[in-house]
């Protein structure tokens, strides 16, 4: 019994001993990076860019999230992270009030706070890289539709509902460009789809028929895009009526090979991730401070600083060409 | 005969909560010496930090709660697979009647507790009135529950924006530990002194050894039944104001698979799951095992370079039970064995080994 014991207690001390070396060599800078969702392809997207930019810079790179959207969870990590006294936490927050709880006391313990993606409270983090203004996706979606009717004619727009704050903000760009370039065209309808595929389906075959003239379907929530596709192939319309809008590659991949979608617009994930890296190590070493009007990073550049917002810049178009490089 | 004194004591020594300590140090020792480090600001960081150890009693209040509201339910030989979801309830009422019905937040979190007790309630009606077995009927009320708090914020409201009074709950420290670990020691000793010292307690176990027996002993076995079901839904309530002021906000998926770790932890703590033994201190201890298990592993530079604490933590956790679960049956079949050996006498061929 006893040598047992004795056994068990010198195989422990030897597996602590092993285990723990691997710790104490880390003298590199260690940058945390928290996705909403770590098995969410859009964040494991981010992730290969972040990946680069720490390789880039030789810093350790700590990827960690909740299996499933829990906010609770991304607390506990940013809170696990404090106590290994990591230099730098790079956060999509999930909810914004709870989680900045928590990194307010990550910045208390003096680790730099970056968030991406979806940002928390203003005081609980030094910058928010901004991955699309709406003023950027407004002026995008437009000229890509001006681009494909040669800046003539009409086209309708499916939005995700009257209410929905982004979507209100992203048309009023929309709008204001549309005015401001293009007086040849015109928005005939815009109808609410309710963040529905088979919703915004009906719809965009409600608008054909109502709309002989229709050139093009805008569509500014992501069901939407896949849904005013299907509309259009079924209606036998395919290059007649063209779709454009903002989405995930992935569900409009299809689409964009039969000729029915052009373009999908969103962000280049990976270049989030890097520009995040990038600017949360910045900061660390002390070469990016508040107030700051621009900042570069790496390979990609120069990014521009609004307040502080760093701004990853022109959305992404994704079309025929480029769309099959991205998974999620 | 003779050495009865030391057997007494060997028994002590190999009691199952003993047992459960010895695991508890060794893990905790373990983590200490593998998971904390210098970090390169040279400041010491990981598990061996006082930080940390307050995390751990924070992270653990909740699930602890729910296992304490646990253990007289599994001592009756019931279950309450509701607790997690009325957790998530409570959390929204509470976060409903302070928001939306601008109720000031002792009486929004009053109306909550009455709000859990009410959900206890249901299920003790239905299983002591209707007499169906506790694990189907709360297996329903698991989904009611939820269900319900998914309807009220059509699964897309969030309360946040608590006061700063509020939050200090779970957030700040009070006395020099954090202020929700009082609420967890008062209920704590609360339940223990209900189950180790008082008829209530002694009832439960009976119940759970032999209903029938109960019965005809002239216990009000419904009543009683009753009383650990209510008292279940009330520390749920608790654990769901606890949990709003830890994370600042109340969410419908808040508490959610908790009440598989609560169970967990008081079958870990030594509690018979069909009923009449077990404790109190045996509960809290299989809480802690499990918590610094999981902080544990997060602080292992090896676990970390992997990115899967939460992946392990599961992993170990169900690992860890089952080998109490073992290691508890163990020294009964060691006597079984050794009786068996000494009643064959002699040159007993082939005695039945375990495994």
Redesign the interface.
Known sequence: MKSLLRLALAA??L??GT??A???A?????VAFLPKS?GNAYFISCKAGAEKAAKELGVEL???G??DS????Q???V??W????V?VIAVAAE????I??ALRKAQKA?IKVVTYDADSMPDSRSFFVNQATPEGIGHALMDDAARLLNGEGEFAIITASLTAANQREWQKHIEARLKEKYPKMKIVAVRPCDDLKDKAQSEATALMSANPNLKLIMAICSPGVPGAAEAVKQAGKTGKVKVIGLGLPNENKRYVHEGVTDTVILWNTGDLGYLTIYAGVALAKGELKPGAKSFKAGTLGTFAIAGDHILLGKPFAFNKGNIDQFNF | MNDSGTRDWKSLLLRHEMLLLYVLV?EWL?FY?????????G?I???G?V??QF?ILR?SCEIGLLALALTPVILTAGIDLSVGSLLGLCAILFGKFWHDAGMAIPVAAALALACGALGGALNATLITALRLPPLIVTLGTYSLFRGLAEAITRGAI?Y??FPAGF?FVG?ERWLGLPTQAWIFFLVASGVWVLVHRTTFGRSFRAIGFAPEGARYAGLPVERRLALAYVLAGLIAALAAII?TA????A?A??G?GYELFAITAVVLGGTSIFGGTGSVHGTLLGVAAIAVLK?GL?????V??M?A???MSGLLTGALLLLALTGSVLPRLWSQWRAHRSAAALPSPKPHTPT
């Open positions: 422990g001390l597996l602590t285990l723990g691997s710790a104490a880390s003298s590199k800078l260690v770590k700590l990827f960690d909740p299996t829990n906010a609770a969870k607390n506990e990590i809170e696990n404090i106590t290994l006294g230099d909810n914004k009030e709870g900045s709880t003096g | 060794a373990f010496f593998a998971g904390t480090t210098t970090n390169r600001r400041v960081v990981g598990f930090t930080d940390r995390d992270h969030t946040t924006d939050l957030q949990y830890r994370l600042g906000q969410k998926d808040a959610t902080n997060a602080c292992l530079p090896v970390m370079r990115n604490a939460e992946e």
